[in-house]
Nanobody
Framework: QVQLVESGGGLVQAGGSLRLSCAAPGRTFSSYAMAWFRQAPGKEREFVTVISRSGGRTYYADSVKGRFTISRDNVKNIRYLQMNSLKPEDTAVYYC???????????????WGQGTQVTVSS
């Protein structure tokens, strides 16, 4: 089964930074839009950001705009989420996902990782 693998999560103080990575061992996702979603305890999963197949287009949720940056390296087959100025409300499990369409709805995404925990302390 195709699998995306996230890494880079952890515990950080408010105002700090983390960089998440999303790898896809054994399969290339260069022809897919890639996104990050997150789910906080007791809340529904929410969209964070998406990047187009080429990397030329990106879109961010208002809550992370100006603080988070999504990028991709199609040669290395890795996607990144650089998170700066982290806030306690950013605490969640972060998921990488792949879709044949460029969108912000989780039902549009066919492939998902297992998630990586990000905890921001105040």
């Amino acid at each position: 089964q195709v699998q995306l693998v996230e890494s880079g999560g952890g515990l950080v103080q408010a105002g700090g930074s983390l960089r998440l990575s999303c790898a896809a061992p054994g399969r290339t996702f260069s022809s897919y839009a890639m996104a990050w979603f997150r789910q906080a305890p007791g809340k529904e999963r929410e969209f964070v950001t998406v990047i187009s197949r080429s990397g030329g287009r990106t879109y961010y949720a208002d809550s992370v705009k100006g603080r988070f940056t999504i990028s991709r390296d199609n040669v290395k087959n890795i996607r990144y989420l650089q998170m700066n100025s982290l806030k306690p409300e950013d605490t969640a499990v972060y998921y990488c996902a792949a879709s044949s369409t460029y969108g912000a709805l989780d039902r549009e995404y066919d492939y998902w990782g297992q998630g990586t925990q990000v905890t921001v302390s105040s």
